[in-house]
T-cell receptor, first 115, second 113 residues
Framework: GALVYQYPRRTICKSGTSMRMECQAV??????VAWYRQSPQKTFELIAL?????????EQNFTQEKFPISHPNLSFSSMTVLNAYLEDRGLYLC???????????FGPGTRLLVL | QQQVRQSPQSLTVWEGETAILNCSYE??????FPWYQQFPGEGPALLISISSVSDKKEDGRFTIFFNKREKKLSLHITDSQPGDSATYFCAASWGTGNYKYVFGAGTRLKVIA
């Protein structure tokens, strides 16, 4: 079956520092990867959508300068939260999707705490 | 503007009862609707989904009823079990070619034994 791993599961960083999180698809080829942030106040916020062989598309209020994403192959994606502050706290979810199918499979998330 | 709305925000049922979770949407061009189940500390797991060409989808104890005209759908969980206690998210997308999902705020279900 389709599995999506995320690493780390939980991380704490100091305000103003950066942290990188990874997403690994196992058992299928993730032709598109969507990164979301889940917070109690805003449910799932789509940060950006990365499709292999296409430009990464960021949603309003999210930028490449703040959340650079790498999607080098069909099984791996990473995203960095640069210069993290309190408002960046939340559970960052990676949703991977197979070409031609509507279903998006999520990883367990990376919980970011900012001190 | 909230494109996908869920109600109730929280729901408590007794074990064995049917839990009904509601979802409505704004954009009539949405054509794929997955429901995700999320337990505390975990990522959302796909539970069941339906496309706009169907009005009902059943998978074991979970059934989606879809009303395209009213832009509403509901998830029915029959014979609810304590292990079903979780938050359920309704999502909507425009289907293949547009990979963006729009999520509702979720319904927190508690099943009491």
């Amino acid at each position: 079956g389709a599995l999506v791993y995320q690493y780390p599961r939980r991380t704490i960083c100091k305000s103003g520092t950066s942290m990188r999180m990874e997403c690994q698809a196992v058992g299928f080829q993730a032709t598109s990867v969507a990164w979301y942030r889940q917070s109690p106040q805003k449910t799932f916020e789509l940060i950006a959508l990365s499709t292999v062989n296409s430009a990464i598309k960021y949603e309003q209020n999210f930028t490449q300068e703040k959340f650079p994403i790498s999607h080098p192959n069909l099984s791996f994606s990473s995203m960095t939260v640069l210069n993290a502050y309190l408002e960046d706290r939340g559970l960052y979810l990676c949703g991977a999707r197979v070409r031609g199918r509507d279903t998006q499979y999520f990883g367990p998330g990376t919980r970011l705490l900012v001190l | 503007q909230q494109q996908v709305r869920q109600s109730p925000q929280s729901l408590t049922v007794w074990e064995g009862e049917t839990a009904i979770l509601n979802c409505s949407y704004e954009d009539s061009t949405f054509n794929y609707f997955p429901w995700y189940q999320q337990f505390p500390g975990e990522g959302p797991a796909l539970l069941i989904s339906i496309s706009s060409v169907s009005d009902k989808k059943e998978d074991g104890r979970f059934t989606i009823f879809f009303n395209k005209r009213e832009k509403k759908l509901s998830l029915h969980i029959t014979d609810s079990q304590p292990g079903d206690s979780a938050t359920y998210f309704c999502a909507a997308s425009w289907g293949t070619g547009n990979y963006k999902y729009v999520f509702g705020a979720g319904t927190r279900l508690k099943v009491i034994a």
